[in-house]
């Protein structure tokens, strides 16, 4: 039997919180320093969940991140356990989300460009 949407979604946001903060807060591993959890989708049977982080900067090396996080693996699911009261702490399958660092060069790129306001007020005053 699945959990109901509700609760899964329940799930996936309480195990993203508590994920979030031991990987920020409490591992002192240099190479997940500058990481964020971004999503969290825990299996409705609970025996996996895909964690989905996110560097802060461009410049991060993705693999040293997954080995970090994969080093730190036994640490993080014991946390857990001792956090969330479920009959089973999933197995955690951690993946690099990079959809912050595309948001954040798009916005970059479109900063660059002359803004649409600009261009129609020199289009105005040429034709006055």
């Known amino acids: ?6 609760r899964k979604q329940r799930l996936d946001e309480l195990f993203w919180e508590e994920l979030n903060n031991i990987i920020m807060y409490e591992l002192n591993d240099p190479r997940v320093a500058d990481i964020g959890v971004t999503l969290v989708d825990v299996a409705p049977d609970l025996t996996t969940a895909r964690v989905f982080v996110t560097p802060f900067y461009e410049d991060v090396d993705t693999q040293e991140v997954l080995a970090g996080l994969k080093a730190a693996h036994g640490f993080i699911r014991t946390q857990l356990a001792q956090r969330i009261k479920v009959r089973r702490i999933p197995e955690l399958i951690f993946k690099i989300d990079r ?10 790129i479109l900063d660059a460009l002359p803004s649409m306001t600009n261009a129609n007020d020199e289009e105005e005053s040429a034709s006055d």
């Open 1 to 6: 039997m699945s959990p109901s949407p509700y």
């Open 99 to 108: 959809s912050y660092l595309e948001a954040r060069r798009v916005d970059e």
